[in-house]
Every structure is written in C-alpha cells, then in structure tokens.
C-alpha cells in the first residue's frame, strides 16, 4: 500500500502533503534552535520567533471554530484575532509547542472554504519569518513557493492583509519567470517578492524596478483599519464566491504557469545588473 504522505495527484505532490512536509520540517528546525534564538526578533513586527511557532499551532485543533468565534467576536479584525491566539499559545515553553506542531502535523484544518493554499502559504512565508533574521539557509522547493507566490498575489485569505498593497505593480521572479500584475515593474528572487507581498522589508534591497519605491512606501506605512462591515464583507463573501473547487480539494497540486523568460523593461538601455549597481 501506498505511503499517504506520498500521495499525489496529476503528476505531482497534494498541497496538503506539502504543508504537512513543511510542519514536520519546521518542526525539526526549532528543536535545534536554543533559548536565546526562540527570543530572537522575527520579521513578523512585534513577534519573536518563539512567538510565530506559537502561532503555527493556533490553528491546528478546533481552528474553525477559534476562526469563527474570532471574526464574529472582533468583526472579522484578523490582527486582533492572531495576537490573540498567539498571545496564549505562546505561554507554552517552546519545546512544548514543537511537540505540539509536530503531533499535529497532519491537521486537515482550512480557512473555511478557501482550501489548503492559504495553509501552505503561511507556512511558507513563517518559514522566512524565522530562517532570515537566524540566517538559517534553505532552498524552499519551487511547488510551495509557487502556491505562496499565486496566493499572496491573485485573491489571498483575508488574514494575509494584504490589500492594494500589489496594485498598480508589475511582479516578476527572476529566477523563475512568475509574473503577476502590470504597471510600474520590481524585480527580483521569488523569495524576495513572496516575502515584499507578505509585508516584510527583509528582502526589499534584493528587488530593482520603478515600483520598489512605492511597495516600500506601502509596506512601511500603516493603512487605515477598514470599519466593521468592511472587514466582515471579505471572509463572509468567500462563502459564496470560493476559489475554484479544484483549489479547494484536498488532491490540489501547485499547477504552475509558464515562466516567463523575457524581463520586463526597467529603464531605457538598463539591464538587470546595472540597475541593481544603480540602486
């Protein structure tokens, strides 16, 4: 019989496996971390990397029900939500939330009707969270980069925050081809612009492009917090407008685009190197 952490579906590994992998590989990486590297500064503002694996495990039990009870108790603030959660989490000692992400790796809890994409792009972008401030390598393989990349840029979970933060820009993954968007262009590594569209500053010196300026801008200043109703009409309205039923099913696989191999223009005469030297 077939190992179901193997499984696959149209030539290529389930987002759900993915996900379930990277629980379990996160979850290896921390039990290396000492005390003083849980007490490190994230790149989530105000969390320490204690306080993001506490986050991971938020979820993983009765997470529907906590996500329910969240939206209707603070009109869907899914900041006030997650530091809420986390905050309790996170009174945990950090060998005890290991053990808890790794016991619950294989948790089937979604953001309700939205699929495991969301799930996987969380944790991906975690991942960067707490690798980059430790300079902890790691490739990420590129089928879980593409479904965080996809998701934080066409219609991500309402918890991602990411609003018009991508408007008016033009995405493109130079060392993959992905694009997304059009207007003014930033370049740069896909994990560079997974972690610019998440809201991090991290990486923002590793992009080019007429529009790094204004996703620095964007990013660096606080949007105003919509109203009740406002924040109440996107998680409600994925009730009835879902993503496709083929992004939802649990045999989901990262069906990637053509990359795209040609660079938009950045500047007349300008390549890619010389605008980097540029700044």
């Known amino acids: 019989m077939s190992d179901p952490a193997a499984?696959?579906?149209?030539?290529?590994?389930?987002?759900?496996?993915m996900l379930v992998d990277e629980r379990r590989r996160m979850a290896d990486m921390l039990a290396t971390l000492s005390a003083e590297q849980f007490h490190r500064p994230s790149l989530c503002t105000g969390w320490t990397v204690h306080d993001v694996a506490a986050h991971l495990v938020t979820y993983?039990?009765?997470g529907q029900l906590k996500l329910y009870?969240?939206?209707?108790?603070?009109?869907?603030?899914f900041d006030r939500i997650n530091l809420a959660l986390t905050r309790y989490e996170a009174r945990r000692a950090s060998h005890e939330i290991v053990e808890?992400?790794?016991?619950?790796?294989?948790?089937?809890?979604?953001?309700?009707?939205?699929g495991y994409d969301p799930v996987l792009a969380d944790l991906v972008l975690h991942d960067l969270d707490v690798r980059t401030p430790l300079g902890i390598a790691r490739t990420i393989p590129e089928d879980r980069l593409w479904v965080t990349f996809n998701h934080l840029t066409s219609a991500p979970a309402?918890?991602?925050?990411?609003g018009d933060r991508l408007d008016g820009l033009h995405l493109w993954a130079t060392d993959t081809g992905w694009t997304h968007g059009t207007g003014a262009p930033v370049c740069g590594p896909a994990e560079s612009l997974v972690l610019a569209a998440g809201g991090r500053t991290a990486a923002l010196d590793?992009?080019?492009?007429?529009?790094?300026p204004l996703l620095r801008e964007r990013i660096l200043t606080p949007r105003p917090k919509p109203g009740p109703l406002r924040r109440l009409i996107r998680p409600f309205s994925l009730l009835w407008r879902p993503p496709p039923r083929e992004r939802r099913s649990r045999q989901a696989v990262a069906e990637m685009r053509a990359p795209v191999t040609r660079m938009p223009p950045l500047r007349p005469s300008t390549d890619w190197n010389e605008w980097r030297e540029a700044g």
């Open 60 to 62: 993983l039990r009765f």
């Open 69 to 77: 009870t969240g939206i209707l108790a603070t009109a869907a603030d």
């Open 206 to 212: 590793d992009l080019a492009g007429d529009g790094v």
């Open 158 to 162: 309402p918890g991602f925050l990411v």
């Open 100 to 114: 808890r992400l790794r016991r619950h790796s294989g948790s089937r809890v979604t953001i309700p009707r939205s």
């Open 7 to 17: 499984a696959t579906y149209r030539g290529g590994m389930r987002v759900f496996d």
